[in-house]
Each structure stands twice: as C-alpha cells, then as structure tokens.
C-alpha cells in the first residue's frame, strides 16, 4: 500500500508529452493531490509579482465550504503561466520568467477555474457555460463547447450567468477531458468526456441532477440529485465530482455511468475542496472510500496533499503523515471486518499553514494567512518562508519555480536566489480620450433618467464609449451588447485598457433581437448606436422584455433629443406586504406565476439573519422591492436583480428569534409591514417609518400607556387604509419554548391593548382595551373593519407551566375558556358587533372579497398546547354570524385563495365548508404554505411547490431549503426566496438568496 499510493498519477506523468517539470492542471494533477516529482531549490527568491487589474470576484464569499475561486489558481506549462479571471472573464498568459502579459482571451463570463493545458493547447470553462480551446501560443480560440443544452442567461452571483454555468472544473487524464455545467439540480446538470485528440464527446451524463433521493435532513427525501461546483477528480476508473455545500458524487470514468452520492449520510459535512489518493478521496475533513464513498476517518480542519508514502494534513499547527491501511475488526455479530483506515506515521508541531499544501520531490510547502514556507520532507525543518499579501489559496510548482496565488488577486513568483531585481507588473489603467458628444450623452441620461446605480444594459453597443461615459460618471454595472464582432472587439478593448472591464462593464456580442439576457432586470437601457443618431430597429421587444418593472427606465435617441419610457407594474403581480400577505391574514397573494419554476437571479448576500428554528418575520414584497429583516438591520432589495438598495440598522431587532425555541413569529407575528410609499419597523416600544425607497427615517410613533399606565412595548403591527395599527403586549404572559430551551422573555404573543393612528399626522386614532387579552394572531384587518378575539389567557401555554405540563399535549376545552369575537370600524374604532357564541380560535382570516371571516387554529408542528386544531369555523363578516363550524383535520395555518381554504390536511370551500379535491404530500417541511392564485410554496426537503393550473402534483426546486415558517413569497411575478437557513449545518449544496420566474 505504502509503495503504491502515487503510482497513478506518477505513470499520467511519465506518459505525458508536457515535460513533468510542468504544473498542467490545479494542484498538478488529476487526482488534485497536490504532489509533483519536480524539485525546489532550498533557498528561494522573489522572481517577479503580478498584480491583476482586480482581485478575484468570488461566487461565494460568506461561506467557507466553497473556495474554489478565492485565488486566480495557476497552471504552467514551458515558458507561458496561464490563469483565468473571475474578475474580468478573461484567461490570461503571462511570461514565466517575467511575469509579463503575453496574451489574453474574452469569454463572456467570469473564469473561476484553473485552465488545464494538453500538448500546445489550453482549456479553460467559464461561468458563460462554455469550455474553450485556445492555442498556448498566442491565446487564439480553436474550438469551444457548450455545457448545456441552449445559450440563456441568468444573473448569477452578481453578473450575468449561464443558466448552466460552468463550475464542474476540468481535468484531463488519458487523453480525456471531463468537466460539468450546472449548479441548480432541478435545472439539470451536464457531465461530460470529450476526446482531446478529436474534439468529439466520449459521453455525456445529464440525468444525475434529476434523482429522487434522500436530503441531508434526517427524514427528507426531493428530486434533487447532483450539482456541480468544484475542481472534477479523476482517479483511475472513477470521476469524483463536487457538489458545492455538499459530499462530491461518484462517476464511472469510462461511460459516466452514476455510481453514489451518499448526500443524507454525511448530511453536515462537505465543500469544494476534493482529492484522491490510493484507495480515499479526501473532502470536507473525511476521508472517504473511494469504491463505495463510506467514510473512514475524520482527519479534521485544514487542508492535505498526498506523498509516495502516504498523506500530509495539515491544520495551521500540526503537521500529520498518514498511511493507508487496512484494519479488521468484529462487527456487531462479532464477524471479522476490513475496513480501510489511516496510520500516523510522524508528527509535527508549529508547522504554520492550513491554507494550502503541496509536495513537490523532497519539500513540503505550506501556506498560512500572509505567508508561505517551505519544509523538508524527511527532517520537517523550515527551509525558507516568506510574506505575501493576503491568503495563499494557491500553490504551483514548475520548472523549479513556486508560484503562489493569494485571495488579494496577486500572484507570485520564487525561484533560485538570482542577482536580477524582483520585477514588479502592475496591470494600469489607462487613459482615454474623452468623446464630447458621449460624455454629453452620458451626462443627460443621467439626468433626465436619475438612474446611477443598479443594472444597464448598453443595447447596441457600437465602440463601446457610452457605457464607459457612464461607469465613469455613475455606480451602474454595465452589460454592452451589439451584433458586430467588430464592434464588440473595439468596446472590449477599449473598457479593459481603462481598467474597468468585468467589474463595472461587460461586452457581449449578440442577435440584439434575442440577446440571451434574462428579463426583467434591467434599470436602464440605453444604446451607444443610439446616441451616434442609428435607429435600433430590430430589437425593440428585446428592449422591452428586458426593462425591470416598477420604474425601469429606457433612454434613447441623440443628446437634446432623447426619449424616456417607463415601464410600470406587472399585471397580475401580487404583494405580500404583512406577514401572512395582507393584514387580513389570507397567506395568499393576487400573484398569477404558474409553473415549472426556473432561476431568474441567485446570489450570496451578507445579512446575518436569526436561526432558523427561531422562525423569524416573513420576508415582504411591495411595488418591487423584496423587504428582509435581518438580526439587526432591514435590508430592501431589488426584487428584479437582488441589487441591494439600501439597509437601516436596527440593533437587536430580531436577537430574540435567533434560538431553537421554534417559537419567534408563529407566536408574535411580525414587526414590520409595507404599505404606500412606506416601511413600518415596530422596535420595542416605537414604531419607525422608513421612506420605501431609500430607507430614510419618515416618522416615529410611540406607542400608548398600558392599560395599568406603564409605558406600553409595542407588539402586533399591521397598516391599511393609511392607518397604522398596533398593540400594546402583556409583557407578562411569557410563552413556553416549543422546541429546545430558550430565553423567551422578549417573544409575546398576547396583547392588552390594540390602538390605531393616522400613518400622516401621527395623530392616535382610538384605542381598545381588551376585557381578557388579545392573541396577536387572532386580528384580521380589511373592508374598513377590524375583527378581534377578546379571550382569557391560556395558562397552559405559559414558560411557568411548562414543566407541570411535561407529556401533555393539547390543552382541554375547560383549560382554554371561549371568548368574543369583536369587530370594530378600523378608523373610528367604534364596536359594530360582537359575538360571544363558542368563539374558540386562536387565528383569524377574513376574505373581502367573499365577505367571510374564517376562524381556525394553528396546530402546526411545535405549536403552543392551546393551539388543539381540528375545528373551523366561518363567519358572514360584515354581521358576525356563523355561517358553519365544522370538525376538520389540518396540520398548516389555513390560507384561502379565491373561496377556497387550502391546508395541510385538506382544502374546503370557503363558502359552504364543502371538501374540494386537493392531494398534497410533502416531504420533511415544519413550515407554513403560502400561496399564490395558481401556486402553493413550502418546504418539502428542498423547495417545494403545487401548480393548482397543472396536474404533476408536487414540485421540488433541488438544492436548496426555505426556512422554517414563511419566506418563499409567490409575488411581481416571480417567487422570490431570500436566505433563512441559518444555523442549519445541513449539505444542502447551495446556499443563496434566489429568485424564480415561472412559465411564459
């Protein structure tokens, strides 16, 4: 065992035309072991360092499992080192003794992979879902290849995307090439072998996306296989693809052929970062059998690189050698079992590292945060160190030289100690010669337009000088596009040499009538072709399909002449402005989205939000901005293109749900609502008014003395009509955790006092003092009216009852009194009817447009024990009678759509309280339903959806989870689902805010 570990990739070495002085491939082979038989010498020197034009724009900065492009990775082959850019969509080819650029190539998407070269010739993927041939020599493209099934465009992390992206690295073993497109498993996802001697494909796999399988929650089961983010593994007759978050999946080498994916075993562990060596591969700390994927031993945090003997972990402190062996040991039968394991052979302390490793003949390099070393491989001793700028991710040996990539962008190059100077390469800007006529263009769409920030599109491009003019002068990210190659090369060339090019401008050459681009996300659209006086003819419903609803703007024409269109809401796009919609709780939106769902914009965003089993406030959607409450800051989001718009802080506003009480806003409510021009924020015991679209502070309320004369805290929140209503709670009723312990002595659900103002003149409308108390949960506003249960407390749902209540359940009927139903005129506040006839629920809805009043529990999963289910009732609104009570079973908060109550559990006539036909099976899923005219959202394992329109029955979008209450939002047309799995270890392989859209 020991003497065979490296034998593969030693004989890929010797039958290789590259010299094995050569670094071809990330981390210098297919196996990703990061070994090489080339030497360094013992004493190093700094040759040259190249400083990029911008540092690596990452997919993912926020999460540490995915590092696959923290550094522009290098590969070197003779005299030429080649790296691709997530910055600038470019593969770049520098000089290896000078550092020097000798060429670059486009591609129309970020590079986030290490190219890989074979014989003369370099491949490289891009994030445009193409994998490309160029010539090593001069960068010119032989032949490219898509990955997926058609060229369409999303935004992705930021830019634009393929809808299939290429982030399944490549590798090249025996002549071979494999590397995979497609990160959204529902979406599919592409495997592929190419034969490099012909071009031709081997195979392709495009199913293993599409698997019904087991998630990585315990008891969770979607149609969600494989995605395909990370450097590919190939090692002898096996393929090792990552998947993101998660564990990586098995392949068959030789026809692509799915052998495992064990994604619920190792359900909490996973990442990019994936090699083989001898009979593992190693990911995410584990070592795993490479013939069946069982996990074997746990190595832990750091990073590892393989040598003839053996494996080397290295974790920032200590430095390990292992050896693979094999064990037998009785099972539980006692029946002897081999098992294959690791051995230590040495150890070492105060080795720093932890960031990258590799092996190169006799010496051990390592890196740390700001600094490399080197040490010997028999003896352990430092040989040589030095600083770097930032985190050296990357390392590469070739031709007795260490090149090191750091996350700052920088590249590095060591060599034997020389008399010649250290050189220095700095990629520039340069200047450009201003053009009168476009910087006068630039100037009054600004102007006129008020557009600088968010995203533009350039639609017939020409040269390229108006969307520099205006990267200049505004905060836009810019995507040119035009029809003539020659167009594109010069507006390509231009922007670069200015230094702007991938970060603030893009250039795409396109049929302007079908660019590709996804619709609906763009701010601005202006023409440079435009401005030189050409009409753009063929594109003007591209133009429009393009335009972002709810004020995205289109500018065209000569400076003086220039026109202006706005493009208003969509029609048939719902709100959700409350928490349960609308404030009078339906759980439903006017939205018309039908199905299949497939991805409009992903990206990572950095919000710190509660934990998920804190069940936090329910993301809002108003006239086309997404609304999200973080732990200390609301955050408005432009629901067309993610683009943060802006945040006001809110210090602790939502500590209190950051807990596994699994309680949070099931109990509470929320504590912001939307409505106009406005944003209202409840914060202890003021209620703040924020401007909608720029989070500027509008108004503040305070809110009223407590029944008893005490300040009052400010607890349900809702507004309508231009009234802001709100409650005063009963800070003493503090209610049990329904899960694990935790402090609940800030989540209350009960209120004494529910008061209204004038949103304009702040001016206190009315106030109603509760006979017994208000559940916070049982007011629905609507019609001008505002219906109430007034009920005694229950005291089984108290902290303080808990334990004499351990192993019951449900409270009893005598445990939990009935109350009144109190409705009164929502601007007046005066009483138009009560009912005192069995009025025993804990929630109400009220439908206007049927004029019903529904009254119901919430026997939801970890509910509180007066939550008993079982019974609905409803209620002619505008009178207050029953219209009928029956005995029903439901699991979910009942929502209604149209005159239909859809629940878990059934879906009923909101009129009759007749059954209607409704099947819906999920998976694992604790939170509620929200819903749409023809679409219902929840968690089932991954996210699931029911088209009510189509008969395929339950839905899965793979890859990702919703949270555990509501924040998947059918609203503007689309399904919107910002982020709320914190605090969730599980390998669901990404992890994203996501919009979707439905079908045309």
């Known amino acids: 065992m020991l003497r065979n570990f490296l034998i593969p990739a030693l004989l890929i070495l010797c039958v290789s035309p590259l010299s094995a002085a050569d670094w071809t491939q990330f981390r210098g082979n297919a196996a990703r072991d990061g070994y090489t038989t080339d030497s360094l010498p013992a004493e190093l020197a700094l040759a040259w360092v190249h400083h990029p034009a911008h540092p690596p724009q990452t997919a993912w900065p926020r999460d540490d499992r995915m590092l696959f492009d923290r550094a522009f990775h290098v590969v070197a082959a003779g005299d030429t080192v080649f790296y691709g850019s997530s910055a600038d969509g470019q593969i770049h080819a520098l000089d290896a003794a000078t550092g020097q650029e000798k060429w670059t190539f486009y591609t129309d998407g970020p590079v986030r992979f290490a190219p890989v070269v074979w014989r003369d010739q370099v491949y490289a993927v891009s994030d445009d879902g193409y994998l490309y041939c160029l010539s090593a020599a001069d960068g010119s493209l032989i032949r490219k290849w898509r990955g997926g099934p058609e060229d369409d465009m999303v935004l992705g992390n930021g830019t634009l995307t393929s809808r299939w992206p290429a982030r399944g690295g490549p590798v090249i ?32 796999n495009g199913e293993s996306g599409q698997i019904e399988m087991p998630q990585p929650h315990g008891g969770a089961n979607a149609n969600s296989g494989i995605s395909a983010q990370g450097y590919v593994v190939a090692a002898g007759d096996q393929l090792f693809v990552p998947t993101g978050r998660a564990v990586p999946a098995a392949f068959q080498r030789t026809d692509g052929a799915f052998q495992y994916y064990h994604l619920q075993k190792n359900g909490h562990t996973g990442g990019t970062s994936t090699m083989a060596a001898g009979p593992f591969f190693y990911n995410g700390g584990l070592a795993f059998v490479a013939s069946d994927g069982v996990a074997s031993d746990k190595l832990g945090a750091g990073t590892v690189a393989a040598f003839p003997e053996g494996l080397l972990h290295a974790d920032g402190h200590t430095l390990r050698a292992l050896k693979p062996v094999e064990t037998t040991e009785p099972d539980r039968r006692g029946k002897p079992q081999t098992k294959m394991t690791h051995k230590e052979l040495w150890k070492a302390e105060k080795i720093p590292g932890g960031t990258s490793l590799i092996v190169a003949g006799e010496t051990i390099v390592s890196g740390a945060s700001d600094s490399v070393a080197t040490f010997g491989l028999t003896d352990r001793e430092q040989q040589w160190t030095a600083q770097v700028d930032g985190k050296p991710y990357g390392l590469a040996v070739a031709e007795g030289r260490l090149y090191v990539s750091t996350d700052q962008g920088t590249i590095y190059s060591f060599a034997a100690a020389s008399p010649d100077e250290t050189k220095t390469v700095k990629i520039e800007p340069q200047e450009t010669a201003a ?50 190659p020659a167009n ?13 090019y991938g970060t603030r401008v893009t250039v795409h050459q396109r049929d302007l009538a079908a660019t590709t681009y996804p619709k609906y996300f763009a701010n601005l659209i202006v023409s440079g072709r435009s401005v030189a006086g050409e009409e753009i003819a063929e594109g003007q419903e591209e133009i429009a399909r393009l335009q972002r609803p709810y004020g995205g703007m289109i500018c065209l024409g000569t400076p003086g002449e220039m026109s202006v269109k706005t493009r208003g809401a969509l029609a048939d796009a719902g709100q959700w402005t409350h928490q349960y919609s609308n404030p009078a709780n339906t759980c439903s939106s006017v939205d018309t989205i039908k199905g299949p769902l497939s991805i409009l914009w992903f990206r ?17 959607f108003h006239q086309g901005r997404l609304f999200v409450e973080g732990m ?48 209202f924020v409840r914060w202890d015991d003021t209620c703040v008014r924020l401007d909608a679209a720029t989070g500027k502070v509008l108004t503040r309320y305070e809110a009223p003395q407590s029944p008893e004369g005490k300040k009052g805290k400010w607890g349900y929140i809702a507004c309508e009509d231009g009234i802001l209503f709100g409650s005063v709670v009963n800070e003493d009723h503090i209610v049990r955790h329904s899960w694990k312990p935790a402090d609940m002595s800030e989540l209350f659900t009960e209120s004494k006092t529910l008061f209204a103002f004038d949103v304009e003149s702040g001016e206190k409308l009315w106030q109603y003092d509760a006979q017994e108390s208000i559940r916070n949960n049982a007011i629905a506003i609507g019609d001008g009216q505002v219906f109430l249960i007034d009920r005694a407390l229950a005291p089984g749902d108290r902290l303080d009852q808990a334990e004499k209540r351990r192993g019951k359940k449900d409270l009893k009927s005598d445990e939990h009194p009935t109350g009144e139903l109190v409705i009164l005129n929502a601007r007046s506040g005066k009483i138009k009817m009560k009912n005192d006839k069995d009025i025993f629920g804990t929630v109400l809805v009220f439908s206007e447009a049927n004029d019903m009043l529904l009254m119901s529990y919430q026997p939801t999963r970890f509910r509180l024990p007066s939550e008993v289910g079982g019974r609905i009732a409803v209620f002619r609104a ?9 005995p029903m079973k439901y699991v979910t908060r009942p929502l209604i759509t149209d005159r239909t109550i859809y629940t878990q559990g059934g879906a009923w006539d909101l009129l009759t309280g007749e059954t209607q036909p409704f099947e819906f099976k999920r998976s694992y899923g604790c939170g509620q339903l929200a819903a749409g005219k023809n679409m219902l959202l929840f968690r089932s394992a991954t996210l699931g959806y029911l088209d009510l329109s189509r008969p395929e029955g339950r839905e899965d979008f793979g890859g990702i989870r919703p949270g555990c209450w509501i924040n998947a939002l059918p609203v503007g047309g689309l399904v919107l689902l910002p982020d709320a799995s914190a605090g969730c270890r599980c390998s669901y392989q990404n992890r994203a805010w996501v919009a979707f859209q439905g079908s045309e």
Not at 635 to 656: C, H, I, K
Not at 878 to 884: A, H, K, N
């Open 488 to 500: 594109v090369a010069a507006a390509r060339q231009l922007i670069n040499d200015a230094g702007l």
């Open 632 to 679: 200390d800051a609301l955050r408005a989001v432009d629901a067309y293109n993610g683009r943060t718009l802006w945040e006001y802080a809110l210090p602790g506003v939502q500590r209190a749900h950051d807990a596994d009480h699994l309680m949070g806003t099931a109990g509470t409510g929320s504590n912001f609502c939307a409505a106009g021009d406005s944003v």
């Open 173 to 204: 073993l025996e002549d071979t090439l494999y590397y995979a497109a497609g990160i959204w498993q529902s979406e599919k996802v592409f495997l592929h072998a190419l034969d490099l001697a012909t071009g031709e494909s081997v195979w392709t």
């Open 604 to 620: 990572d965003v950095a919000l710190e939000m509660p934990q998920r089993h804190g069940r936090g406030h329910a993301p809002l």
């Open 435 to 484: 053009d009168e006529l476009v910087a006068k263009a630039a100037e009054e769409i600004i102007k006129t337009t008020g557009v600088s920030a968010g995203y533009c599109v350039d639609f017939g491009c020409g040269d390229g000088r108006l969307a520099l003019e205006l990267a200049k002068q505004t905060d836009l990210t810019i995507f040119a596009v035009d029809s003539d």
């Open 878 to 886: 505008s009178e207050g009678y029953r219209v009928w009570d029956k």
